[in-house]
């Protein structure tokens, strides 16, 4: 019986040989997504478990490497499907609690995260689907879903669903192209 541990490093590890075929060439981004992989492992248990504390070393090297000297906040227990693509990896911020599809491509200086309600709540923070592709200096904020095969231009802003095939532009984010023109 290979446990839940092994399940989750093979699971890991399939995730990174498909994230590497996205980033053929992107050294930077292979640190990161290696870095990512190994991490989400130990990130994911519970504090009361042993693992947990066990991959603390490798959590605190993930945030010194990625988040400081890198400029990428990527946290190691955010949900991330495999054949994550990253350009430039510059100035990306990503929340925990966003869920990230399979084979999405993000570029640099993107944001995707939750909006401060007005009484000074938290709402949900996105999920993005798969195939999608998130255009440079995009901010993609709120309890939102972007379909599958969706794109975000350059500079969006995204506050509200987009649907699958969607192509969307501008602050705030408006549809070009896709379902119900």
């Given at each position: 019986m290979i446990g839940q541990l092994g399940r989750d490093v093979l699971r890991s590890a399939d995730a990174l040989r498909i994230d590497w075929e996205g980033n053929r060439g992107n050294v930077k981004a292979k640190v990161i997504t290696t870095l990512f992989r190994c991490t989400e492992v130990f990130a994911k248990r519970k504090r009361r478990d042993v693992l947990w504390w066990c991959g603390v070393p490798l959590m605190v090297a993930y945030r010194l490497v990625v988040e400081w000297v890198l400029g990428v906040e990527l946290p190691a227990k955010t949900k991330v499907g495999p054949g994550l693509v990253i350009y430039h990896g510059q100035g990306l911020v990503v929340r925990d609690t966003a869920i990230i599809g399979r084979h999405v491509v993000l570029r640099h200086n993107t944001t995707i995260g939750i909006r401060i309600e007005r009484d000074?709540?938290?709402?949900?923070?996105?999920?993005?689907?798969?195939?999608?592709?998130?255009?440079?200096?995009?901010?993609?904020?709120?309890?939102?879903?972007?379909?599958?095969?969706?794109?975000?231009?350059?500079?969006?802003?995204?506050?509200?669903?987009?649907?699958?095939?969607?192509?969307?532009?501008?602050?705030?984010?408006?549809?070009?192209?896709?379902?119900?023109?």
């Open positions: 000074g709540s938290e709402s949900d923070a996105p999920i993005i689907g798969n195939r999608v592709d998130i255009g440079a200096h995009a901010v993609v904020i709120g309890p939102i879903r972007i379909g599958d095969d969706a794109v975000v231009g350059a500079g969006a802003v995204v506050v509200s669903d987009v649907p699958n095939g969607a192509i969307v532009v501008g602050n705030p984010a408006r549809r070009i192209h896709g379902e119900s023109e």
